[in-house]
């Protein structure tokens, strides 16, 4: 089942819990109800908003993420849920003791896919594309030689069709609308791997012990090119700010369909599926991870490269 994400953010709201229902109440009216089972994501950017400890367990209890966002309207908290899990202490200790080798080819995957999916972001006849496919084949098992930046120069430089555009996470406008949908995206993937069982916290790459989320961050890196994609084709519509409209329509990519393998299905159904493939990597099944792709690249490549 594809679950729901609800937005708080037009109006002050209350958020209560009725018979495994989250109500959205104003004034005293109930002006929604959706069954807390169908939930994936809260997000709320209005700092009115108020909580009942029932709603706020009840969303826990159902694997609901909820997102926090603060005065510039970005995601500032996350309340996930506890591992629900029969095997949690087990997956926990496969996480562990993950060997470096294979830590290393795990990295070398998601940075390799990540570059790709930069590549067909870019115009076909773009001279940068064939540049980062070319880069992309060159990773090397934990990219040793940073391959990822160099990348990324190259990608940004050629991302936008009036010029170079400069990443900066703390700068408004374009940068504003990229880092709300990482920030959505980056709490989709945390929430499927504690439904896994697994610490977000513990990274393959990523490591920072004020990070909660290493491990997101890395299983998260092929995706961004699905969130710049949306951003672009916002700023191309001439959306400045992140405004309630943008916004939906980047919280829409979490239901967006994706390629993993030969299926079709939705980002978040498909998180799971790359989670899942993570997990038997862990318990030494396989070295290999399933990633989502685009549904619809803007140019045939191999897939072996």
């Known amino acids: 089942m594809i679950k729901r994400t609800i937005e708080v953010s037009a109006e002050p709201a209350h958020l209560t819990c009725r018979l495994e229902q989250l109500l959205v109440m104003r004034d005293g009216q109930t002006v929604g109800s959706i069954p807390c089972e169908d939930i994936g994501v809260v997000v709320v950017d209005q700092p ?5 400890h029932a709603a706020l367990s009840s969303l826990a209890q159902s694997d609901a993420v909820l997102v926090v966002c603060g005065r510039n ?18 997956r926990i200790n496969e996480q562990i003791r993950i060997s470096r080798p ?4 795990l990295w070398k995957q998601l940075i390799r896919e990540k570059i790709r999916a930069q590549a067909l972001m870019l115009p076909e006849d773009c001279p940068a594309r064939k540049k980062l496919l070319d880069m992309a084949r060159g990773v090397r ?12 120069k190259v990608y940004w430089a050629n991302w936008l069709p ?3 555009f400069r990443r900066d996470s703390d700068s408004p406008g374009l940068n504003a609308l990229l880092n709300y949908g990482y920030a959505i995206v980056r709490a989709a993937t945390a929430r499927a791997l504690v439904a896994a069982g697994l610490l977000p916290s513990l990274g393959l790459c990523h490591a920072n012990r004020s990070n909660a989320f290493c491990l997101a961050d890395d299983m998260m890196e092929p995706l961004r090119p699905l969130v710049d994609d ?18 939906v329509r ?6 967006a369909p994706v390629r993993l393998g030969q299926e079709r299905g939705p980002l978040m159904v498909n998180l799971h599926r790359m989670v899942a493939s993570l997990v038997k990597c862990f318990q030494g099944e396989g070295d290999r991870l399933e990633i989502p792709r685009a549904l619809a690249p803007k140019k045939k490549v191999p897939e072996d490269f």
């Open 141 to 152: 098992s934990g990219d040793p030689s940073n391959v990822e930046a160099h990348a990324a």
């Open 48 to 52: 009115q908003t108020t909580y009942t």
């Open 230 to 247: 949306r951003a672009r084709d916002l700023h191309l519509e001439g959306h400045r700010e992140l405004t309630r409209p943008a916004k």
């Open 250 to 255: 980047l919280l829409d990519l979490l239901a």
């Open 73 to 90: 309207h970005l995601p500032v908290g996350v309340l996930l849920p506890l591992a629900d899990h029969t095997q949690v202490v087990w």
């Open 102 to 105: 294979l830590r290393k080819k």
């Open 162 to 164: 009036e010029g170079a």
